[in-house]
């Protein structure tokens, strides 16, 4: 059974950090797409950035990928995603996805459509 658990998220500050886990089970990081993925009130849920299983890539949304880094530790079979910079447009709740898929165009790695697997999510709130 596949199972997905973000943790690490809080309330912080303008201009903070936070680094939020992904604890996969059900399959290897190595044989699976990870993505990291938020949704704030309204809006649809967006791509943040996204690791490929197989090798390693990085895919990021270009807005974040100055603030935003995505890592993984395949001996404990979690993904991270480190956040610096924060603003209060980065609150939203954040959610860790999977697939097992041979996605054929890098921007696939960042749609919601492209992952069958996901978190419940974790709340980022940015605010002074």
């Known amino acids: 059974q596949v199972q997905l658990a973000e943790s690490g998220g809080g309330l912080v500050q303008p201009g903070g950090s936070l680094r939020l886990s992904c604890a996969v089970s059900?399959?290897?990081?190595?044989?699976?797409?990870i993505g990291w993925f938020r949704q704030s009130p309204g809006k649809e849920r967006a791509g943040v950035p996204s690791i490929r299983g197989r090798d390693g890539s990085i895919f990021y949304a270009d807005s974040l990928k100055f603030r935003f880094t995505i890592s993984r530790d395949n001996a404990k079979n979690t993904v991270y995603l480190q956040m610096n910079g924060l603003k209060p447009e980065d609150t939203a709740v954040y959610y860790c996805a999977g697939n097992r898929r041979i996605l054929s165009a890098s921007g696939s790695y960042l749609l919601p459509r492209s992952y069958d697997y996901w978190g419940q999510g974790t709340q980022v709130t940015v605010s002074s």
């Open positions: 059900g399959f290897t990081l190595g044989a699976a797409n």
